[in-house]
């Protein structure tokens, strides 16, 4: 007996619900002591997931929206679009913008023509007290730039 389209009577369905907290496997083991069956894992596992109600395997560990995590060094939060780094958050960054630092170390969002400019600027290697000027610089170029086209 096996296979993913046996049924699961009374007692086996009690024993199973009652264990969920346990592996799949331990389960299994379980029951095919209990009554002599010799079920295998696959059928077990689509049966909990289907008639169950268990969550798929690749929703298991999902995180809640807002939730943080820290990977090499950055810090990212969870949002319906996905991860995100928490300084784009912070910085209120739109799809297709970048983020910038000014002299105290603030994140600040920019486009990618400002980002264009203040790279051929030289801000990242600037000293802190030009980059405020430098950003605003940029910021009045691309602004003219755009309002040429």
């Known amino acids: ?9 009374g007692e086996e369905l009690e024993m199973i619900k009652s264990n969920l907290h346990l592996p ?9 002591q209990e009554f002599g ?4 894992i696959g059928g077990l596992k689509k049966f909990i997931s289907t008639t169950l109600g268990g969550k798929p395997w690749h929703r298991v560990n ?25 300084d784009r958050i912070i910085a209120g960054a739109k799809k297709g913008e970048y983020v910038c630092y000014d ?4 994140p600040i969002a920019i486009t990618p023509g400002e980002h264009f400019r203040l790279n051929k600027m030289g801000y990242k290697d600037a ?3 030009v980059k405020q000027s430098m950003l605003l610089v940029a910021k009045v170029q691309q602004k003219a ?5």
């Open 1 to 9: 007996m096996g296979g993913y389209n046996k049924k699961y009577d």
């Open 62 to 86: 999902e995180k809640p929206i807002g939730s943080t995590r820290v990977t090499r060094g950055r810090v990212f939060v969870k949002t319906e679009d996905g991860w995100i780094k928490k």
């Open 24 to 32: 799949t496997k331990k389960i299994l083991h379980m029951i095919n």
């Open 127 to 129: 000293e802190k007290e």
């Open 145 to 149: 730039l755009e309002l040429i086209r």
């Open 37 to 40: 069956n010799d079920r295998k």
């Open 103 to 106: 002299q105290d170390g603030k």
